[in-house]
């Protein structure tokens, strides 16, 4: 992501804020401010909207199966790779019922006036993949499972996709053969193309950003502001409860280190992450601070940090529950428990499978969106302050990662002439 590109994100932002919000206070109801929006303003956000939208199954697909393809053979690597699929797992989820209870508790999004509420949901209809959530539970999880991996990828049904995703990624693990080598590298170049695109279109989030948030100024006044205020302040309270009472917690009772120690140790990869929002570029220093300040076991270090960094998103997957949870009570669409569910399920799956890089988890919250009947313009909200929450949850990966790794080590063998602390 270019340096400046935050800034300018954040002046999008603002200037769409400013401009929709003064546009509603003195030309309300004017014909032609309404003309303005409805054929110029709105049109080109829902453009950087579905320039988002295209790049999500191909992202998906390719992440999701790489992160469960760099397991390896799970056989081979028998209690490794186990302890860290189960202590992923576990702590993403965690990180989710986290999310999604301070959003319940709170509820950030909640307290626009009705009509203007019923206006902002209008057209905000539930999609037939989404319908999943209020089926029985045996209904449910048949068709969790596809039965055309196409047909699911074209209709959108995403829980589908994801499950085909993790399917492909055991297949390439398991299968130890040259053409499959040839797959998993074919999938690395999808991912790679994808991500390159997604920069690309990331470069015109200035613009689109400020489109979008001016529509909804122009349509909402102030009532944003307040809004938005309220949204980041349960991101972060969610970040924090995970970063020091959850990560304290594992690192203690499961990682036998004393928290004060593991805060102290890994503040050089916690700075780096947060200054780069990036869990794959901050990768050589959490490398460097799990073998010199941690002292832990650089096979199993190396394997949990590497995998980690794609595959171990904890507040990746905690922004994205409460982000689709504020933005439907923002809209006023009401979510079934069913729905809830399943959206923390895809949250979780999402912080396995979202790449480790600045914004990587936009398109699969864009995808959510789309999935529950939430208007998808609403990540325009979002948008101007991500960087600045992308930093946090980046922070609260690599920390995460880490403590992974003191989870994982603990029993196993030390590297000669290394001292555990």
Same mark, same amino acid.
């Given at each position: 992501?270019?340096?400046?590109?935050?800034?300018?994100?954040?002046?999008?932002?603002?200037?769409?804020?400013?401009?929709?919000?003064?546009?509603?206070?003195?030309?309300?109801?004017?014909?032609?401010?309404?003309?303005?929006?409805?054929?110029?303003?709105?049109?080109?956000?829902?453009?950087?909207?579905?320039?988002?939208?295209?790049?999500?199954?191909?992202?998906?697909?390719?992440?999701?199966?790489?992160?469960?393809?760099?397991?390896?053979?799970?056989?081979?690597?028998g209690r490794i790779g186990l302890k860290t699929l189960a202590y992923t797992v576990a702590v993403s989820t965690i990180a989710v019922a986290i999310g999604v209870g301070l959003v319940n508790a709170l509820e950030p999004g909640v307290g626009l006036d009705p009509e203007l509420r019923a206006r902002l949901g209008e057209g905000a209809k539930l999609p037939a993949a989404a319908s999943a959530a209020g089926r029985s539970g045996v209904d449910f999880l048949i068709n969790l499972v596809p039965s055309n991996a196409v047909k699911a990828m074209a209709e959108g049904d995403m829980l589908a996709v994801m499950v085909f995703a993790i399917l492909l990624g055991l297949g390439i693990a398991s299968t130890r053969?040259?053409?499959?080598?040839?797959?998993?590298?074919?999938?690395?170049?999808?991912?790679?193309?994808?991500?390159?695109?997604?920069?690309?279109?990331?470069?015109?989030?200035?613009?689109?950003?400020?489109?979008?948030?001016?529509?909804?100024?122009?349509?909402?006044?102030?009532?944003?502001?307040?809004?938005?205020?309220?949204?980041?302040?349960?991101?972060?309270?969610?970040?924090?409860?995970?970063?020091?009472?959850?990560?304290?917690?594992?690192?203690?009772?499961?990682?036998?280190?004393?928290?004060?120690?593991?805060?102290?140790?890994?503040?050089?990869?916690?700075?780096?992450?947060?200054?780069?929002?990036?869990?794959?570029?901050?990768?050589?220093?959490?490398?460097?601070?799990?073998?010199?300040?941690?002292?832990?076991?650089?096979?199993?270090?190396?394997?949990?940090?590497?995998?980690?960094?794609?595959?171990?998103?904890?507040?990746?997957?905690?922004?994205? !529950? $409460?982000? %689709?949870?504020?933005?439907?009570?923002?809209? @006023? *669409? &009401?979510?079934? +428990?069913?729905?809830?569910? #399943?959206?923390?399920?895809?949250?979780?799956?999402?912080?396995?499978?979202?790449?480790?890089?600045?914004?990587?988890?936009?398109?699969?919250?864009?995808?959510?969106?789309?999935?529950? !009947? $939430?208007? %998808?313009?609403?990540?325009?909200?979002?948008? @101007? *302050? &991500?960087?600045? +929450?992308?930093?946090?949850? #980046?922070?609260?990966?690599?920390?995460?990662?880490?403590?992974?790794?003191?989870?994982?080590?603990?029993?196993?063998?030390?590297?000669?002439?290394?001292?555990?602390?």
């Amino acid at each position: 992501m270019p340096e400046r590109l935050p800034f300018q994100m954040l002046a999008g932002l603002l200037g769409g804020l400013l401009l929709g919000t003064i546009a509603h206070a003195l030309f309300a109801g004017s014909p032609a401010v309404d003309a303005l929006v409805r054929y110029a303003v709105e049109p080109a956000g829902q453009i950087f909207l579905r320039l988002l939208f295209v790049l999500v199954i191909p992202l998906i697909l390719a992440a999701l199966a790489l992160s469960i393809a760099d397991l390896g053979d799970l056989r081979r690597l028998g209690r490794i790779g186990l302890k860290t699929l189960a202590y992923t797992v576990a702590v993403s989820t965690i990180a989710v019922a986290i999310g999604v209870g301070l959003v319940n508790a709170l509820e950030p999004g909640v307290g626009l006036d009705p009509e203007l509420r019923a206006r902002l949901g209008e057209g905000a209809k539930l999609p037939a993949a989404a319908s999943a959530a209020g089926r029985s539970g045996v209904d449910f999880l048949i068709n969790l499972v596809p039965s055309n991996a196409v047909k699911a990828m074209a209709e959108g049904d995403m829980l589908a996709v994801m499950v085909f995703a993790i399917l492909l990624g055991l297949g390439i693990a398991s299968t130890r053969t040259e053409p499959a080598r040839r797959l998993e590298d074919a999938l690395r170049g999808l991912q790679d193309v994808t991500m390159q695109l997604l920069g690309l279109v990331i470069r015109l989030a200035p613009l689109g950003v400020a489109c979008l948030v001016f529509t909804l100024a122009w349509r909402l006044g102030l009532d944003v502001f307040v809004k938005l205020a309220a949204y980041v302040g349960v991101v972060l309270a969610g970040l924090a409860l995970q970063q020091f009472v959850v990560y304290s917690a594992s690192v203690a009772w499961l990682g036998g280190m004393s928290p004060l120690h593991f805060f102290r140790a890994t503040r050089a990869a916690t700075v780096t992450a947060f200054s780069t929002a990036s869990s794959n570029a901050t990768l050589p220093t959490a490398l460097w601070v799990a073998e010199h300040e941690l002292h832990l076991p650089q096979h199993v270090s190396r394997f949990v940090l590497t995998l980690g960094s794609t595959a171990n998103q904890n507040g990746t997957a905690l922004f994205e !529950g $409460v982000t %689709v949870l504020f933005l439907a009570q923002f809209y @006023g *669409v &009401d979510l079934t +428990l069913g729905q809830q569910l #399943t959206t923390a399920f895809i949250c979780v799956l999402g912080g396995i499978g979202t790449a480790g890089v600045p914004a990587g988890s936009l398109p699969v919250i864009a995808m959510i969106l789309g999935m529950i !009947g $939430v208007p %998808v313009e609403g990540i325009g909200i979002v948008l @101007g *302050v &991500d960087r600045f +929450l992308d930093m946090c949850r #980046t922070a609260v990966n690599v920390t995460g990662d880490l403590a992974a790794a003191v989870v994982v080590s603990r029993g196993e063998p030390e590297d000669p002439g290394a001292t555990r602390a």
